[in-house]
């Protein structure tokens, strides 16, 4: 068992998020994980994500605020306002974006598997 306290997160910067505060709470630097990793982060109003894809799934679940997500897959857009508890899955692939349009911060936990490894040379 690996046990992360939460005010020994290790904060971590992620590419193309604005006004955002990320912490790891499993995986990577936050403690050993085959798998997946756990991510939260806290949104600033008018914090967002760019419409970014990945090759991986990605799980939200939204803690407190409202949060909308976007979502774009082969040329069709989907977007929804998510509150607390609820949650929503991004396919591989997937375009996602991450918008707080409130005036309230918003709290999101992230969950999502580890980088396949690359190629043995």
Not at 19 to 36: I, V
Not at 72 to 81: A, F, I, K, N, R
Not at 87 to 94: L, M, Q, V
Request: with cysteine; hydrophobic share 30%.
């Amino acid at each position: 068992m690996h046990v992360t306290r939460f005010d020994q997160a290790p904060t971590y910067e992620a590419p193309r998020h604005f006004d955002m505060r990320c912490l790891r709470l499993q995986g990577k630097e936050a403690g050993p994980s085959e798998q997946m990793w756990m991510g939260m982060s806290q949104i600033l109003p008018g914090g967002h994500t760019g419409l970014d894809g990945s090759p991986m799934e990605k799980l939200y679940l939204v803690l407190e605020g409202r949060l909308t997500v976007i979502g774009e897959l082969d040329g069709q857009t989907e977007e929804h306002e998510l509150g607390p508890y609820d949650s929503c899955c991004f396919a591989p692939g997937e375009k996602r974006q991450l918008v707080n349009r409130s005036n309230r911060p918003v709290l999101v936990a992230l969950v999502m598997p580890h980088e396949p490894p690359g190629p043995k040379t």
